[in-house]
């Protein structure tokens, strides 16, 4: 089986493993084979979150985010915020925010400046700037929702 999946192209393994008939063998051999392959933990990270069997796709967002994956990260933070599926674990997703926005991740950008925003403890707290900074990236990333909180904060 190992063979098989050498001699297949990414998009290829994609339509397989996304075809209704995929056998347990062939599933077994990609997630052997995520372990040292970023393409492949995305596929199986992706297989799983399209199923919405997030149980088993926790392992594969872990492992993307080994990767440096930001959608990944961005997931994985989603879960540890609201205690989906896992402990929940603000700290956690926090740091995972903070990865998938440097990775240019919109949706991160936008909620680390929430967070930092809306935790600081002062205006004159250096969060607050750094929230900004994040909600800038996030527009110039394409997220609307970040336009029109900076256009309400500069009221």
Known sequence: MKTELTNLDLQQLED?????STSEVFLASLKASAVDNA???ELMYRYYLCAVDYPNAIPF???A???????????????YQQGKHCDKDEDYAFKLFEKAAANGEAEAQHELALQLIFNACDIEDKDIKLGHYW???????????SEILLATLSH
């Open 16 to 20: 397989k493993l996304f075809d209704e």
């Open 39 to 41: 393409d492949i933990s």
């Open 61 to 63: 967002l872990k492992l």
């Open 65 to 79: 985010d080994t990767f440096n994956d930001g959608y990944a990260q961005l997931c994985l933070a989603s879960l």
């Open 135 to 145: 909600l800038n990236e996030a527009v110039l990333n394409g997220n609307t929702d």
